[in-house]
């Protein structure tokens, strides 16, 4: 069935999402679209392991009712959503990630890529490769392990406290520890990368305070699972 589905008619459907004219046989038509996914996704995924060696996870589909608040909540056409099919690959360092997107965009001609690490949104920083297989878009998000370790934090906040949280609502403490943290991330990365410079000469300083940096990011981490920990009981 959803083959036969025209561009014009998915962009119809999302906008009676959006609306909240939400009726049966549209959350059928939706249900048949997001399926259309499966295929593609699998494919990306078989596509990395084979020739990386990488185990990305993910899902081959948004929820019905993801769809429907992503719709809602930006100024998006249904069929121009990214993310509908999508899995993740963590890596050690920024300098393995450039590696392996630079890899990525050879594997897959024609992938656009997104690098939220200039852009972060509402603090969010990685690399999305945007995929399409088959007139479907798969998004491959490349983290390195401090920002996976910051995105699981911003999503317990979302899951335990607000789910507000992830797109620049929620209470102002919480979005001020977040933006913080991720600017730590940043920081950190940054040096990281300077000290992997060929022929560079590292002074001592420079390796303390990158020491020192991931010891303070550690007790963020503490700190904000136990502000989570705080807010969550105080809203139970």
């Given at each position: 069935?959803?083959?036969?589905?025209?561009k014009t008619q998915i962009d119809r459907l999302g906008a009676?999402?959006?609306?909240?004219?939400?009726?049966?046989?549209?959350?059928?038509?939706?249900?048949?679209?997001?399926?259309?996914?499966?295929?593609?996704?699998?494919?990306?995924?078989?596509?990395?392991?084979?020739?990386?060696?990488?185990?990305?996870?993910?899902?081959?589909?948004?929820?019905?009712?993801?769809?429907?608040?992503?719709?809602?909540?930006?100024?998006?056409?249904?069929?121009?959503?990214?993310?509908?099919?999508?899995?993740?690959?963590?890596?050690?360092?920024?300098?393995e990630q450039e590696r392996v997107v630079a890899s990525l965009?050879?594997?897959?001609?024609?992938?656009?890529?997104?690098?939220?690490?200039?852009?972060?949104?509402?603090?969010?920083r990685a690399v999305h490769v945007i995929v399409e297989v088959?007139?479907?878009?798969?998004?491959?998000?490349?983290?390195?392990?401090?920002?996976?370790?910051?995105?699981?934090?911003?999503?317990?906040?979302?899951?335990?406290?607000?789910?507000?949280?992830?797109?620049?609502?929620?209470?102002?403490?919480?979005?001020?520890?977040?933006?913080?943290?991720?600017?730590?991330?940043?920081?950190?990365?940054?040096?990281?990368?300077?000290?992997?410079?060929?022929?560079?000469?590292?002074?001592?300083?420079?390796?303390?305070?990158?020491?020192?940096?991931?010891?303070?990011?550690?007790?963020?981490?503490?700190?904000?699972?136990?502000?989570?920990?705080?807010?969550?009981?105080?809203?139970?």
């Open positions: 069935m959803t083959s036969r589905i025209s009676r999402l959006r609306k909240g004219q939400v009726s049966e046989s549209d959350l059928r038509l939706l249900e048949d679209y997001r399926r259309a996914f499966g295929e593609a996704y699998r494919s990306v995924v078989l596509t990395i392991r084979r020739q990386h060696g990488l185990e990305p996870t993910g899902r081959p589909s948004k929820s019905t009712s993801s769809v429907i608040e992503k719709l809602q909540r930006e100024t998006i056409r249904l069929s121009q959503i990214q993310d509908i099919a999508g899995c993740r690959v963590v890596v050690t360092d920024v300098a965009r050879a594997l897959f001609p024609g992938a656009s890529i997104v690098d939220r690490r200039k852009t972060p949104t509402y603090g969010y088959n007139e479907r878009l798969v998004e491959v998000q490349i983290r390195t392990t401090l920002q996976h370790l910051w995105a699981e934090l911003s999503e317990k906040f979302s899951d335990v406290v607000d789910p507000t949280i992830k797109y620049g609502g929620g209470e102002s403490e919480v979005r001020n520890l977040l933006l913080g943290r991720s600017e730590l991330v940043s920081r950190l990365e940054k040096l990281e990368q300077e000290m992997l410079t060929p022929g560079r000469a590292v002074p001592e300083e420079l390796k303390k305070e990158l020491e020192g940096l991931k010891v303070d990011m550690t007790k963020s981490s503490a700190d904000l699972k136990s502000i989570v920990g705080r807010l969550g009981r105080s809203r139970g």
